[in-house]
């Protein structure tokens, strides 16, 4: 829902970082990678209660998210970069996400519906993606398709949950369960756009 909001904000410090580390030579894959780790480092730290160091993790986790695709346009995008990316990306929010229940074994019912609710919104949005490059509907499979697939919860709507929790972790059960209402929502509101569009073509 954000996505474009903060890509527009966005768009020139990541450029600008971007630029900065193509002149080290250093690669989008590279970048991807290094913000993977950063991600499982975040959920490690969470799974043993450093909320705080897990919140550091998560926001290079983040930035390098945003740099690896500026650093791509720089050079020569791939398609096995973007797939990676998106494949990690999602990786990396489970892992987060179900972190708190090693946390807090009280918390694990929230984390367990939290993950599966991660795990619908990301299917809803590869499987919409692979049909519609199928059938062309995309100009170019590398960029999201949400502006067909949209919804209430796209990845700015994830890391801004993540970083409330990571901020404030007593409030995870009901963060959890709120936030998990909403992707099933956004669930919904994908299959029925997917159903309106793959049955016009």
């Known amino acids: 829902m954000f996505d ?6 966005l768009r020139a410090p990541l450029a600008r970082g971007a630029e900065a580390l193509a002149e080290r030579r250093f690669t989008a894959t ?24 897990g ?5 290079a986790n983040r930035v390098a998210d945003g740099v690896d695709g500026a650093l791509a346009r ?11 990316d998106m494949v990690l990306d999602f990786v990396a929010f489970t892992a987060i996400a179900g972190s708190f229940a090693a946390a ?12 599966s ?20 509907l995309i100009a170019d499979a590398r960029e999201k398709p ?7 919860v796209e990845t700015s709507e994830i890391t801004v949950f993540l970083l409330v929790v990571l901020v404030w972790p007593d409030l995870f059960p009901t963060a959890a369960w709120i936030f998990s209402a909403a992707c099933w ?16 073509g």
């Open 55 to 59: 919140l550091l993790f998560l926001v």
């Open 104 to 115: 807090k074994p009280e918390h694990a019912v929230a984390a367990v519906v939290l993950v």
């Open 117 to 136: 609710s991660l795990m619908g919104v990301a299917a809803t949005f590869l499987g919409f993606a692979v049909i519609a490059a199928s059938r062309g």
């Open 4 to 9: 474009p909001i903060f890509a527009r904000i």
């Open 74 to 84: 720089l050079s020569n995008p791939t398609d096995f970069g973007a797939y990676l």
């Open 185 to 200: 929502i956004t669930m919904g509101q994908r299959i029925a756009e997917a159903r309106a569009t793959f049955e016009r």
């Open 30 to 53: 590279q970048v991807t990678l290094a913000g993977f780790a950063a991600g499982l480092l975040c959920a490690c730290a969470v799974a043993y209660g450093y909320y705080f160091v």
């Open 146 to 152: 949400f502006t067909l697939a949209g919804g209430i």
